[in-house]
């Protein structure tokens, strides 16, 4: 009897030790399932901070970048117009020098702006060129005028190429008094072998064949003077396409999607754009830095110029040929088309022959940019 006494008074507080070491572990695991939620509540939050200003980070800088391509955009217009200004002013300088040399004047310097009546009151001239001279008019030649003083001396066509395999942009002159494609290039051809105006627009739209990838990669909005505006991806600005889309009608953007669509039309598209010389693109070309692994389309012709004379490098067969190897190697990569430069070597080693030095020198920095001597 004592025994079983003994043991039935320590029986409650057995239970009541066990009651309290299962609260325990109870409080224990409640406290270690709070700490793993808080951590883990905690760890989400950061992620979604980290998301969040991963996405403004983003976002800031594709405002940055549709910015400096709108800034690019009104700066290549404002280029173009002052351009275009110069050669109207010059031309009817040349004119007024002209009419003053004709009838016997022996001071054409002196013809500058406001100049004019002072030049007549000096008596340096005849009557009769004083009665030219104050009839004058910038319309004095209205054909040499006209082809200087048009808002457009570029016809740009985007159609399907069967080299190429997709559509393609090319350039053609305008009208016949056109200048095609610009005044002149002495900038980066002086003292050496100039180039035609038909040589010239060959090499524009060999360009602009090995851009071709990106035909399709221009939207509206890309241009300052565009109404609408896209939330598309943006970076093709530093490309020679991007000249002529620039002066594209917003139909353009809407047309081409049939290039594309189920039942394809193949439609031929034109529009009028402002010229661009190879010496512009020589400095787009310059502006690049595409690395030593890649070259872009617009280098890639000052690259050959470097290597080849002039004659080679404008046979037609050799040309088509070249668009013909590089069609499977350009490739855009976001920021406009590049060729890997190890491609580049070995297609135009195997289409144009060992390097033999061309007409037009240039050095080639480390990235692989020709620089002008």
């Not at 095609?180 to 090499?203: F, K, M, V, Y």
């Not at 004659?311 to 190897?325: G, I, S, T, V, Y």
């Not at 190697?329 to 580049?344: H, K, Q, T």
Request: aromatic share 8%; glycine share 6%; charged share 20%.
């Amino acid at each position: 009897m004592p025994f079983l006494s003994r043991r039935r008074s320590r029986s409650p507080d057995s239970q009541a030790i066990a009651r309290h070491a299962l609260n325990r572990r109870t409080e224990m695991y409640a406290a270690t399932d709070s700490t793993a939620q808080a951590a883990k509540e905690k760890a989400q939050a950061r992620r979604a901070q980290v998301r969040k200003a991963q996405i403004e980070h983003r976002q800031r800088k594709a405002n940055y970048v549709k910015q400096l391509e709108l800034d690019i955009s009104q700066l290549r217009e404002m280029v173009t117009q002052i351009q275009r200004d110069s050669d109207t002013l010059k031309a009817e300088n040349d004119l007024i020098r002209n009419a003053l040399i004709r009838n016997g004047s022996s001071t054409p310097g002196l013809t500058t702006a406001g100049s004019t009546s002072q030049v007549a009151e000096s008596g340096a001239l005849t009557p009769s060129a004083q009665s030219d001279l104050s009839s004058y008019t910038p319309n004095f030649h209205p054909y040499a005028l006209e082809s200087l003083s048009s808002e457009y001396d570029m016809t740009v066509t985007l159609s399907s190429n069967k080299t190429m395999g997709t559509p393609i942009f090319s350039i053609s002159p305008y009208s016949v008094g056109a200048a095609s494609p610009s005044t002149s290039s002495e900038g980066w051809l002086a003292g050496r072998i100039q180039l035609t105006p038909s040589q010239e627009l060959q090499a524009i739209n060999f360009i602009l064949a090995l851009e071709h990838c990106c035909w399709d990669h221009f939207w509206p909005g890309d241009c300052h003077h565009h109404n609408e505006q896209t939330e598309e991806e943006k970076g093709h600005t530093l490309m020679a396409s991007s000249y002529f889309m620039a002066s594209a009608p917003e139909s353009v953007y809407k047309d081409r999607k049939a290039f594309t669509s189920r039942f394809r039309t193949n439609p031929t598209l034109q529009w009028q754009a402002s010229p661009v010389s190879l010496e512009s693109l020589h400095g787009l070309a310059q502006s690049l830095n595409p690395g030593t692994d890649e070259i872009a389309p617009v280098q890639a012709w000052f690259e050959l110029a470097v290597r080849y004379p002039i004659e080679r490098l404008f046979d037609q067969a050799l040309l088509e040929n070249l668009k013909r190897e590089f069609r499977g190697v350009v490739r855009c990569v976001v920021f406009g088309a590049a060729i890997e430069r190890s491609a580049f070597e070995s297609i135009i080693a195997r289409v144009m022959g060992p390097s033999v030095g061309g007409a037009v020198v240039f050095e080639v920095d480390d990235g692989g940019n020709p620089i002008q001597q």
